[in-house]
């Protein structure tokens, strides 16, 4: 099984400055890695999918990158409505495995 | 548009088998490509993948719970169930059900196993 890794924990952001997520693999995913912001109460949202490809209706703000075991998530402006829980997982192998999860929080 | 919607009861005891079904619309089983799958989430805890049901009936599970779990498919009636025997109180979690592709998932439903 691919164990999926993310840091920080937490990131506390103020509202317009620019949000670095990071996740990592505990083995080559390609780029078979997909992000998801969570908020209270509601499903995950898909952001970004094939590493870097912004899902229908995402804002240009959010942008993904990376290949292999490691991975970047970019929110380069956080508005209110970015504050939530991020999570990244991989589709290369089954079992399909998440992250634990990076919250943004307001500084 | 896709939408999903995961139904099934909310309160089950231990030892007890659960059942979940998905009803779906804007896309069918039936096309190349496409699957179905269940995601798990205790309370203030991560996801879990549970099981995946693709077009052609191919079926993934998580290995740590392959013998608890079981998904079906009915393509006629764009519904997906997953059934989970033996249930614990380490199985509260929210439900949720989702295309494949993760660009569509549902609501999400609660189910708490206690006596």
């Known amino acids: 099984e691919i164990v999926m890794t993310q840091s920080p924990a937490t990131l506390s952001v103020s509202p317009g400055e620019r949000a670095t997520l990071s996740c990592r693999a505990s083995?080559?995913?390609?780029?078979?890695l997909a992000w998801y912001q969570q908020k209270p109460g509601q499903a995950p949202r898909l952001l970004i999918y094939?590493?870097?490809t912004r899902a229908t209706g995402i804002p240009a703000r959010f942008s993904g990158s990376g290949s292999g075991t490691e991975f970047t998530l970019t929110i380069s402006s956080l508005q209110s409505e970015d504050f939530a829980v991020y999570y990244c997982q991989q589709y290369n192998n089954w079992p399909l495995t998440f992250g634990p999860g990076t919250k943004v929080d307001i500084k | 548009q896709i939408t999903l919607k995961e139904s099934g009861p909310t309160l089950v005891k231990p030892t007890q088998t659960l059942t979940l079904t998905c009803t779906f619309s804007?896309?069918?089983?039936?096309?190349?490509?496409?699957?179905v799958g269940w995601i798990r989430q205790p309370p203030g805890k991560a996801l879990e993948w549970l099981a995946l049901?693709?077009?052609?009936?191919?079926?993934r599970y998580s290995p740590s719970l392959k013998s608890r779990l079981t998904i079906t498919k009915d393509t006629s009636k764009n519904q997906v169930v997953l059934t989970m025997t033996n249930m614990d109180p380490v199985d509260t979690a929210t439900y949720y059900c989702?295309?494949?592709?993760?660009?569509?998932w549902g609501q999400g439903t609660l189910v708490t196993v206690s006596s």
């Open positions: 804007g896309f069918s089983l039936s096309t190349s490509g496409v699957g």
């Open positions: 083995q080559s995913v390609s780029s078979n």
């Open positions: 049901i693709y077009w052609d009936d191919d079926k």
């Open positions: 989702a295309h494949s592709t993760g660009v569509a």
């Open positions: 094939g590493a870097s």
